[in-house]
């Protein structure tokens, strides 16, 4: 699996780049509008990527912010969202500006997408009622991230795992998983 990219962007349009890697090859990453924004030709880029590999294609996304990525990767998950829509949502909307839309149950804003209507959006809606983009927020520290995504892999839901750590006080990702492993359990 191609987990990222680095290279020099040789051409890009608003929706794609070709970057050449050192190693001499040339991919083409699709990108979202708010990634094009961010990027200019000739920079030297890394991008974080989802591949999707179908029958007839090969398909590269790339983001240049780690939360678009992982916004892009939960809708793909959708029933009915393919890789462009999912693209579309993440030109349309910031990733913090997604989670306020999930939060507010906003239909009309979501149906500003281009190839959302309005049962494709209230069914994202309700499939996504717990999307929770806070701590994913850049002012949390990277051991919030890593004990979030610690306690998300033992398949606690992301609702709980984010109230469970507002309430921890723990410096350290170890002392801060089991601080918040107590209060999941004792709730579960």
């Known amino acids: 699996m191609i987990v990222g990219i680095e290279g020099a962007v040789i051409k890009k349009e608003p929706s794609f780049v070709h970057i050449?890697?050192?190693?001499?090859?040339?991919?083409?990453?699709?990108i979202s509008?708010?990634?094009?924004?961010?990027?200019?030709?000739?920079?030297?880029?890394?991008?974080n990527t989802t591949f999707i590999v179908k029958e007839d294609s090969h398909t590269l996304y790339g983001f240049v912010d780690f939360d678009e990525k992982r916004l892009f990767d939960q809708v793909i998950k959708l029933n009915g969202v393919g890789p462009n829509t999912a693209l579309a949502i993440c030109s349309t909307f910031t990733?913090?500006?997604?989670?306020?839309?999930?939060?507010?149950?906003?239909?009309?804003?979501l149906k500003m997408v281009?190839?959302?209507g309005p049962k494709s959006a209230k069914r994202i809606l309700v499939e996504l009622s717990d999307f929770d983009l806070s701590i994913e927020e850049e002012s949390q520290s990277a051991y919030r991230k890593e004990a979030f995504m610690a306690l998300e892999s033992l398949g606690f839901k992301k609702e709980a795992i984010s109230k469970a750590l507002r309430e921890c006080v723990s410096d350290n990702v170890s002392d801060l998983v089991k601080e918040a492993l107590k209060k999941l359990t004792k709730k579960g």
């Open 114 to 116: 281009p190839g959302i």
């Open 20 to 30: 050449k890697t050192k190693g001499g090859l040339i991919y083409q990453v699709n």
């Open 33 to 47: 509008l708010n990634s094009s924004s961010k990027i200019e030709k000739g920079q030297e880029i890394f991008l």
């Open 95 to 109: 990733p913090k500006e997604f989670a306020e839309v999930i939060a507010s149950k906003d239909v009309s804003r």
